[in-house]
């Protein structure tokens, strides 16, 4: 596909120079990415003022879950570095294994 005709959606004139809240990921997905007909996007992060970690975290996980190729433009330094931590979070999740394996001797469970 020509690079031309791969169609720009400003991320803040569909929510806000704000980006805080996780459910305006998800709406934003759902109204101009998922249902726009082209398989290549651009996602235009112009004039985008600020970003929080879960909208940032929602970003990207709405943008792995849909069948589309997208790809971020013209984005500010701030909202960039929050993108990276997030995508760190996602990356390295939450230990859930026990920091110890300790057994708890039979006695003691019949004392509690």
Do not use: C, G, W
Not at 12 to 36: M, Q, Y
Not at 43 to 56: G, L, P, R, T
Not at 68 to 78: A, G, H, L
């Amino acid at each position: 596909m020509n690079m031309s005709n791969i169609p720009i959606i400003s991320i803040k004139d569909s929510i806000s120079p704000h980006l805080a809240i996780r459910k305006s990921v998800i709406s934003f997905f759902e109204k101009d990415i998922i249902h726009n007909p082209s398989y290549q996007l651009k996602i235009d992060f112009s004039e985008v003022k600020s970003i929080s970690h879960s909208f940032a975290n929602q970003y990207l996980l709405s943008k792995k879950d849909v069948n589309k190729e997208i790809n971020e433009i013209n984005m500010p330094s701030n909202v960039a570095e929050m993108i990276s931590l997030a995508q760190n979070a996602i990356d390295s999740p939450k230990r859930t294994e026990p920091i110890a394996d300790q057994e708890i001797p039979t006695e003691e469970l019949k004392q509690s």
